[in-house]
Nanobody
Framework: QVRLVESGGGLVQAGGSLGLSCAAS????????MGWYRQAPGKQRDLVAS???????NYADSVKGRFTISRDNARNTVNLQMNSLKLEDTAVYYC?????????WGQGTQVTVSS
């Protein structure tokens, strides 16, 4: 059974930072490209950052230069460091493989950026 458990969200002021973490089990983590996705109210769920099994990264234009994705294959975790947060970063953040599998979605973690 695959489990992806996100943590680290919270309330932060604009310009601040947060770090998210995702713990994976039930998959061969090291072989998968992992991604962080987010979904704001009334919007679709979008991929914001991804990292391949060998550490190559890719970012959505909206977060490039502010977010950093990393992974620890020994611990089966993928992290997202978010700096210079903006109001529009407010969303529920999820991790999943890339491309995502429907049955792998976890509960997500809420990130709220306030002015």
């Amino acid at each position: 059974q695959v489990r992806l458990v996100e943590s680290g969200g919270g309330l932060v002021q604009a310009g601040g930072s947060l770090g998210l973490s995702c713990a994976a089990s039930g998959i061969i983590f090291s072989r998968n490209t992992m991604g962080w996705y987010r979904q704001a109210p009334g919007k679709q769920r979008d991929l914001v950052a991804s990292i391949t099994s060998i550490g190559n990264t890719n970012y959505a234009d909206s977060v490039k230069g502010r977010f950093t994705i990393s992974r620890d294959n020994a611990r089966n975790t993928v992290n997202l460091q978010m700096n210079s947060l903006k109001l529009e970063d407010t969303a529920v953040y999820y991790c999943n493989i890339v491309p995502p599998r429907l049955g792998y979605w976890g509960q997500g973690t809420q990130v709220t950026v306030s002015s």
